[in-house]
């Protein structure tokens, strides 16, 4: 039997317990840096299936090395494990216990697929031809990330990661499909925080007052000028203001307001540039009306760089595992973030989006939406993926 059936076959027999964990998982979500019970329920099955455990990279968090009968390099594959602020409205038997608490940009499912990843490979040990690494990483919505805390802490080291893919799931495709893409995929997700500081007063004497609610809003919309008048036409930008919050009542002007937001941005040096831009626009309003600021500018995560050889091989072998039909390639790049770029500083490597939308069983909710779900059958179509990607690369290096 060929390693690809071979890899199909486990995946089979595996797909009602990738089922139960995920259902698991799901039911008993964690948020950023706080997934302990996840971490020991993660740690227990690598440890079922004999992969080494390693958990000294972060507080939260675990890493399996598996390693084969024959030497070579070093595969890593990368699921992150943390859910979000967000109260779920799924209807699901198996919804969280958590109330507030929800997995709803499916860290769920990657954490599955890579415990998923490393059973089959466990299984194919005695013919593995290197070590593979499996990254279970904390807090993947929170700034540092958790990726840049276990890069920090060495976890592509000793043994040495020679290329590191990850996926993320995907709804816009269908099971057995993936999304791929050479390059720039995803944004640099910067934050920013801004407090209007006026002088607050009775509503009916605005002349006596500061108002900061009208320099706020004022401050809104010179912020949308800075893609649309400071920027070049073919820059890539966002600056959404997505909070805004001042003021009690109708009859009392406040003192202050504040504003928070995300910028993203493709290039590092034009997000340095946007914060400089924002500053002096808030400055000179506020100056205008006679009130004070504070503003405060936090750079997110580097921009993912898929590596160009690590993206062919993917497209090369999900083509194989899929079919070339089903893998699609991605037209433009993603404005979300994602902290798996901290890894692709380092070692080369490629992200990719792992179908698990099935409109005929309404799943088709986006991330971060509290309606957001998978399709189940893809927690072993993404397991064998990921296996066999693994198992080929080190295949095809081995010394
Ligand atoms: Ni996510």
Redesign the pocket.
């Known amino acids: 039997m060929t390693i690809k059936d071979q890899v199909k076959k486990i995946g089979k027999e595996i797909s009602p317990a990738l089922v139960e964990i995920r259902r698991y998982i799901h039911q008993n979500p964690e948020l950023s840096f706080q997934e302990f019970e996840t971490t020991q329920y993660l740690r227990s099955h690598l440890q079922k299936i004999d992969v080494t455990v390693l958990d000294n990279y972060a507080e939260t968090g675990v890493v399996g090395l598996l390693t084969g009968n024959r030497s070579g390099p070093v595969v890593a594959l990368r699921g ?1 494990i943390d859910a979000l602020p967000l109260k779920e409205k799924t209807g699901l038997p198996f919804s969280s216990v958590k109330d507030g608490v929800m997995h709803a ?3 769920d499912s990657h954490a599955t697929v890579i415990i998923g990843a490393a059973m089959i490979l466990s299984k194919l040990r005695d013919r593995l031809p290197g070590t593979v690494k499996f990254i279970l990483q904390p807090g ?2 929170k700034n540092p990330g958790g990726a840049s805390i276990m890069v920090k802490n060495s976890v592509l080291k000793n043994p040495a990661v020679d290329v590191i893919f990850g996926l ?1 799931s995907d709804p816009r495709f269908r099971v057995g499909e993936i999304g791929y893409k050479d390059g720039q995929m995803m944004a640099e997700p910067d934050e920013f925080r801004i407090t209007i500081k006026g002088k607050g007063g009775h509503a009916s004497t605005p002349h006596l007052t500061v108002d900061p609610v009208v320099i706020a809003a004022e401050v809104v919309m010179a912020l949308q000028k800075i893609p649309s008048r400071l920027m070049a036409p073919y820059d890539q930008v966002v600056v959404t203001v997505s909070k805004i919050a001042g003021g009690s009542t109708t009859n009392v002007i406040p003192d202050s307001v504040k504003l928070l937001g995300t910028v993203r941005t493709f290039d590092h040096e034009l997000a340095k540039k946007i914060a400089h831009f924002m500053r002096q626009i808030i400055r000179g309003i506020c100056s205008a009306y006679g009130a004070e600021f504070d503003f405060e500018f936090i750079y997110g995560y580097p921009v993912v760089v898929n590596d160009k050889s690590a993206t062919q091989f993917l497209v090369q072998i999900a083509g194989e595992y899929l079919g070339e039909n089903n893998c699609y390639e991605l037209e433009r790049p993603s404005f979300g973030g ?1 902290d798996f770029a901290f890894y692709l500083q380092r070692v080369k490597g490629s992200f990719f989006r792992l179908g698990t939308g099935n409109p005929e069983k309404g799943i088709t909710a986006y ?1 971060h939406n509290s309606e957001y779900t998978i399709d189940e059958d893809a927690l072993a179509v993404g397991a064998g993926l990921m296996a066999y990607l693994a198992y080929q690369y080190l295949a095809g290096q081995k010394k």
């Open positions: 992150d940009c499916g860290h993947e919505e993320h994602e991330w």
